[in-house]
């Protein structure tokens, strides 16, 4: 389908190694998000772009988290020296737009999981 | 930070039960969003809300944004099995301009089971 693909749609890794998560957003898209979603948990914001400007990346834990965008398209969003805290399902979103009515369309999400 | 507490967290009951669950918050939002979540699947969009005392029905799903935009309800009448999921609401907080901001808080879930 035309749909937000994600992938790995698992990742199993050790402590201390780097991951690298991917997002294909639906076409045409220009806003995309990351979220991240722990057991029991909401979604949390980790980061944000639109179009050409500059990405909002208040929601990162930490400098370990970085994300980039390229081509106003596919999204990556990478975690260096992975800790046992860092695993949860790692949620990808993209919408036309951001008015109140926009909706956010997600693709299913990568479970990482750090031993 | 603006919070969204949903209630309860865990709900089981009977096909034909009706039920309500609540999103309850401090702060006032702009706009106000349900979403449903299915195992290892990302949330899909039921409704959005956005003026106060709002209401919204879809096929047996009532929605309702408080007259105050500080909370919001989802009611469903005569629940289906189908209708087993996680209920996410997720507010749109207004920004300091008075607009809207585009970045999403969402609660933790009301996780809903019907059984056959």
């Known amino acids: 389908g035309a749909g937000v693909s994600q992938s790995p749609s698992n990742k199993v890794t050790e402590k201390g190694k780097d991951v690298e998560l991917r997002c294909d957003p639906i076409?045409?898209?220009?806003?995309l998000y990351w979220y991240r979603q722990s057991l029991g948990q909401g979604l949390e914001f980790l980061i944000y772009?639109?179009?050409?400007?500059?990405?909002?990346k208040s929601g990162l834990p930490s400098d370990r988290f970085s994300a980039e965008r390229t081509g106003g398209s596919v999204s990556t969003l990478t975690i260096q020296r992975t800790q046992q805290e860092d695993s949860a399902v790692y949620l990808c979103?993209?919408?036309?737009?951001?008015?109140?009515?926009?909706?956010?369309?997600f693709g299913p999400g990568t479970r990482l999981t750090v031993l | 930070t603006q919070l969204l507490e949903q209630s309860p967290q865990f709900l089981s009951i009977q096909e034909g039960e009706n039920l309500t669950v609540y999103c309850n918050s401090s702060?006032?939002?702009?706009?106000l969003q349900w979403y449903r979540q299915e195992p290892g699947e990302g949330p899909v969009l039921l409704v959005t809300?956005?003026?106060?005392?709002e209401v919204k029905k879809l096929k047996r799903l009532t929605f309702q944004f408080g007259d105050a935009r500080k909370d919001s309800s989802l009611h469903i009448t005569a629940a289906q099995p189908g209708d087993t999921g996680l209920y996410l609401c997720?507010?749109?907080?207004?920004?300091?301009?008075?607009?809207?901001?585009?970045?999403?808080?969402f609660g933790k879930g009301t996780l809903l089971t019907v059984n056959p």
């Open positions: 979103a993209s919408s036309s737009g951001t008015s109140a009515y926009n909706e956010q369309f």
């Open positions: 076409s045409g898209h220009t806003a």
């Open positions: 772009f639109q179009g050409n400007s500059a990405p909002d």
């Open positions: 702060s006032v939002f702009s706009s």
């Open positions: 809300v956005v003026t106060g005392g």
């Open positions: 997720a507010g749109r907080p207004r920004s300091n301009s008075g607009g809207s901001n585009y970045k999403l808080t």
